[in-house]
T-cell receptor, first 116, second 115 residues
Framework: DAGVTQSPTHLIKTRGQQVTLRCSPK?????VSWYQQALGQGPQFIFQ???????QRGNFPDRFSGHQFPNYSSELNVNALLLGDSALYLC???????????????FGPGTRLTVL | AQSVTQLGSHVSVSEGALVLLRCNYS??????LFWYVQYPNQGLQLLLK??????LVKGINGFEAEFKKSETSFHLTKPSAHMSDAAEYFC?????????????FGTGTKLQVIP
């Protein structure tokens, strides 16, 4: 059973550029959440997708956007990159079953984004 | 609002000694609590979770945590540290926010195990 996969593993961009990160959820999962983890910090919630819609969003600007596809995979897009966007971007998947608030999120290995 | 506070950004223990990583939570509704471990350059791996079924929760790799409502705590323990336990540990709280799950992480505790 494949777990959560993310691509690419590493990425280097320059300020002002745009980037797309990809995530495939664990088999059987239908919900994808994205997190930003800056060096030395805990993960910060960016947004969550379910049924191809953004259902909840953290305190991130509109430069951060996403998409979920019919096969539940997801993309995170960041426009007009800033130096401060350098971080590990984590994708987590879960199943939106009956016990919603107990759903465990399973994390991928992350994409390390460096903005120069 | 919900939050977690992890006391001690760095903890050092000797191999074979007790591991105690502290986590206090704040939540306006009954929380669901998690501990995750992160090894260098890797994603987060679930150690254990509390979902109100039992206050003492056993996880993988010999770790366990006890939910104490009166102290709003969910400390992580392991009786005997192993070198492979060296990693960063994150406490997290989740709640049903308008029908959608929102997870809030602490700032993490780096565990160093000394031979």
């Amino acid at each position: 059973d494949a777990g959560v996969t993310q691509s690419p593993t590493h990425l280097i961009k320059t300020r002002g550029q745009q980037v797309t990160l990809r995530c495939s959820p664990k088999s059987g999962h239908d919900t994808v959440s994205w997190y930003q983890q800056a060096l030395g910090q805990g993960p910060q919630f960016i947004f969550q997708y379910y049924e191809e819609e953004e259902r909840q969003r953290g305190n991130f600007p509109d430069r951060f956007s996403g998409h979920q596809f019919p096969n539940y995979s997801s993309e995170l897009n960041v426009n007009a990159l800033l130096l401060g966007d350098s971080a590990l971007y984590l994708c987590a998947s879960s199943y939106w079953g009956a016990e919603k608030s107990t759903d465990t999120q399973y994390f991928g290995p992350g994409t390390r984004l460096t903005v120069l | 609002a919900q939050s977690v506070t992890q006391l001690g950004s760095h903890v050092s223990v000797s191999e074979g000694a007790l591991v105690l990583l502290r986590c206090n939570y704040s939540s306006s509704v009954p929380p669901y609590l998690f501990w995750y471990v992160q090894y260098p350059n890797q994603g987060l791996q679930l150690l254990l979770k509390y979902t109100s079924a039992a206050t003492l929760v056993k996880g993988i790799n010999g770790f366990e945590a006890e939910f104490k409502k009166s102290e709003t705590s969910f400390h992580l323990t392991k009786p005997s540290a192993h070198m492979s336990d060296a990693a960063e540990y994150f406490c997290a709280v989740t709640r049903n926010s308008g029908g959608y799950q929102k997870v809030t992480f602490g700032t993490g505790t780096k565990l160093q195990v000394i031979p």
